[in-house]
């Protein structure tokens, strides 16, 4: 964690544009993670339709090829 003194420290010599882009960079962090769960959702479900697909082709059962 940042200590507090570095807070005030940027607080008082640069202002709320410090606190602004800390703000922003947390968000976007946030936003990256989101879209990292969802794609591997996805990802998750695409190899099980795949899997299905695979199962179901003619030829296929019992691994034959």
């Given at each position: ?17 410090v ?6 960079l ?37 691994g034959?090829?």
């Amino acid at each position: 964690m940042v200590p507090d003194a570095l807070w005030v420290s940027l607080l008082t010599e640069h202002g709320p544009w410090v606190l602004l882009v800390f703000l922003l960079l947390f968000k976007d962090h946030k936003k990256d993670e989101t879209t990292r769960a969802a794609l591997h959702r996805n990802t998750e479900i695409i190899i099980e339709l795949t899997t299905l697909i695979r199962e179901r082709l003619p030829g296929r059962a019992g691994g034959e090829k």
